[in-house]
């Protein structure tokens, strides 16, 4: 099997909270990977460290300590190269039983190696698409010179005429209406739709390797998201570009993701093939990822007009991180059996069928890392 | 039959644009409809739904009807009273029967001041109980959204998403409404937290006897609550009938594209078909914003309208002084289509 486009090995990045003076944990060992071609989308609540994983991985993490340890693996012409090459030499962590006590991390150096590292990756590699499409374009310039300007930084399309044609091209790939006439729109005369497809159009032009697209149809209404995910599942057909989608909306991991991975608390409680994970009648399964599908009401709930199945209590918030799982306080499928380990041992990632992980002690499978 | 509470007619909210300093000296500018002649009513202990996209005048139709925006024409009528024209020291005593749960978490929610004195300036706004009466009253309410004790010490800053839209509901029932206009209630909030609160309005109704105007984007949420439900498109009702019949037996197309953009995002089936290239039937015209500049011509949803097309683009459809009105088609359904 090939390696992955990207892999993320073992990543933390934290915050910290001066009002609590005590560590956000927001990703708190993180593995995952992105095979070529594919898309992996993430997907957890809010806090669930889900963006910031993205943010990580596109160097983007700027608040401190920010990554404190871990591997980013990126495949790019052939070879491999460790985005957080170096990063030991920046941060030195102390830790007692697992617990991160202190972190001594030079930012501002560790901000400059990670530039160099980041140098023709960000933009060119990896391109992103963010939730607020209008906040992400520059207000001052058109459509088309935006456009232009990634494509002429970012590819061998360099002459001018080149890459206005180019430019064109890609708005015409976004579905965008008389392109030509578009070029010279400045973003505030275009709808959010319309400026989502421009930021598209923009991250695709660069032809990157891979593409973040965190949280794309949120803030966006019911029918222009829906239009945005048709968008994005027929440019999959069409290029075939890896993506790591982020969103909280299952409806959308759920159509374009061919594996996924649900987050909670700043870990993954479970990955696997979509289609398994979010089968209605798998049987193996996290019981936060069960509980957030029954909480999207159904035919069948709306008919009979019955009660949600609501998950109680609060979503975790990652600065008390509790010893055992970190679900445990709002899990409704612990059984005395496993109390014990619940309450006391976080479990670990185990496979519980070919490719499909789960992290609860439910599964004796999965007690075995 | 329950007793009608609100009763809107032909409601109208013009909202003035100005641009440039001359409209702004001479007070003119464009006029934007915002509301555009929408009528309704609500019974006792009933929910109707509000949908349409933003920008459709969902949320101005909510503001205006509990006066917190006066209406440009039109008659609102609450509890057999009509309202329309009240004044600030008339309307006063029947705020505290109309109250609105807004989309942010934290409006009405003081930064200042504790979860305690939230909820007791609430009490007191309209009456002088006594502090018993008022610990009472605090503990009653925090029972009714289910918060604990421990809470009423935090300051908002301190509380979780799901905490402050209880704190934001508590307030509302201090002053004991009757109809409350529930603006996004649940959008702000994460999954499996928005369950918890439609769970709470709908025990809310049940006990209290409230009566709500639901307006939401979250179609599925709407049918579940909802026993009518009202489809709004650029400041009018297109459609308005039993929340079943809207959801499955939709009769405006634009209601049913509203449904099936839901059912698209689902449907791992036709995700299957979009990946297999995309089947003619789905390529959909370009989702523009309507263009308030251009007069309306006739039906304002016929440049999206896919019946439109189909039917060959038939000329009834964009005559200006045929502009489609509600009709009832039965079981008190009612839709404004040519062709429903």
């Known amino acids: ?337 496993i109390r014990g380990n619940c309450a006391g041992l976080e479990p670990p990632l185990g496979e519980v069928a070919p490719g499909h992980k789960v992290r609860c002690w439910l599964y004796p499978a999965a007690g075995k890392p | 039959m329950s007793r009608t509470i609100l009763e809107v007619t032909d409601l109208r909210k013009d909202y003035r644009q100005r641009r440039g300093l001359v409209s702004m000296l001479t007070g003119q500018g464009r006029v934007i409809p915002a509301v555009d002649g929408v009528s309704f009513y609500l019974r006792e202990n009933e929910t109707v739904g509000l949908v349409g996209e933003s920008g459709c005048g969902k949320t101005t139709i909510g503001r205006t009807v509990l006066r917190l925006t006066d209406a440009s024409s039109g008659r609102i009528v609450f509890d057999g009273r009509d309202i329309t024209n009240l004044s600030r020291a008339e309307l006063r005593p029947l705020r505290r029967e109309m109250q609105m749960i807004f989309q942010d978490l934290d409006a009405g929610l003081n930064p200042e001041m504790r979860v305690r004195d939230i909820l007791r300036e609430a009490l007191t706004v309209h009456e002088r109980p006594s502090e018993a009466e008022i610990a009472g009253r605090v503990r009653e309410l925090l029972e009714q959204v289910s918060l604990k004790d421990s809470k009423l010490a935090n300051f908002p800053s301190e509380l979780s998403g799901g905490e402050k839209r209880r704190v934001g509901i508590a307030r509302v029932l201090a002053v004991r409404p009757r109809l409350i206009v529930a603006d996004e209630p649940t959008s702000a909030l994460d999954i499996s937290i928005q369950a918890q609160v439609v769970n709470l309005l709908r025990d809310l109704q049940k006990h209290l006897g409230l009566t709500y105007l639901f307006i939401s984007h979250d179609l599925p949420v709407v049918e579940l609550v909802s026993q009518k439900v009202a489809v709004m498109y650029l400041g009018r009702i297109v459609e308005m009938g039993l929340a079943e019949n809207i959801a499955h037996q939709p009769r405006h197309p634009y209601t049913g594209i509203l449904w099936a953009s839901l059912a698209d995002k689902q449907n791992t089936e036709v995700s299957l078909h979009a990946r297999a290239g995309a089947p003619a039937e789905r390529e959909r015209p370009t989702w523009g914003v309507f263009d308030f500049e251009q007069p309306v011509n006739g039906c304002r949803f016929a440049p999206r309208c896919p019946l439109y097309q189909d039917k060959g683009r038939p000329a009834v459809c964009t005559d200006p002084a045929s502009e489609p009105q509600l009709r009832d088609v039965g079981h008190g359904h009612v839709v404004a289509c040519h062709f429903a």
């Open chain 1, 1 to 337: 099997m090939d390696a992955p486009l990207l892999a993320v090995e073992n990543l933390r990045t934290y915050f910290y909270s001066r009002a609590k003076r005590a560590f956000i944990r927001s990703v708190d060992g993180v593995s995952l990977g992105v095979m070529r071609g594919e898309t992996l989308g993430i997907v957890g609540e809010s806090g669930s460290g889900k963006s910031v994983t993205a943010l990580s991985a596109a160097g983007l993490v700027t608040a401190g300590p920010g990554v404190i340890s871990g591997r980013i693996d990126l495949q790019s012409n052939g070879s491999r190269r460790n985005l957080l090459d170096g990063l030991e030499n920046y941060a030195r962590v102390t830790e007692q039983d697992g617990r991160v006590m202190a972190v001594e991390k030079d930012e501002r150096g560790w901000r400059r190696h990670s530039e160099t590292l980041m140098a023709g990756v960000r933009g060119k590699e990896i391109a992103m698409i963010f939730q607020n499409p209008r906040s992400a374009l520059n207000p001052y310039s058109t459509i088309g010179k935006q456009l232009v300007e990634t494509i002429r930084l970012h590819t061998n399309f360099k002459g001018e005429r080149q890459a206005r044609e180019r430019a064109i091209h890609w708005l015409e790939r976004v579905r965008i209406d008389s392109p030509r006439l578009r070029f010279d729109n400045f973003p505030f005369g275009m709808s959010g739709g319309m400026c989502q497809r421009a930021m598209i159009a923009m991250a695709l032009s660069a032809e990157p390797s891979l593409l973040i697209a965190d949280e794309p149809t949120t803030g966006l209404d019911a029918t222009i998201q829906s239009t945005i995910v048709d968008l994005l599942a027929q440019l999959k057909t069409e290029t075939g570009i890896t993506t790591l989608l982020i969103s909280h909306d299952i409806s959308v991991i759920q159509r374009l993701s061919d594996r996924i991975a649900v987050m909670y608390g700043g870990t993954v409680v479970e990955t696997g093939r979509a289609a398994e994970v979010l089968a209605p009648e798998a049987t193996a399964r996290h019981p936060y990822t069960a509980a957030l599908l029954a909480s999207i009401p159904s035919a069948e709930t709306i008919r009979r007009k019955s009660y949600l199945q609501a998950i109680e209590g609060e979503v975790l918030d990652t600065i008390e991180v509790p010893r055992g799982c970190r679900f445990y306080g709002r899990c409704n499928r612990v059984t005395e059996a």
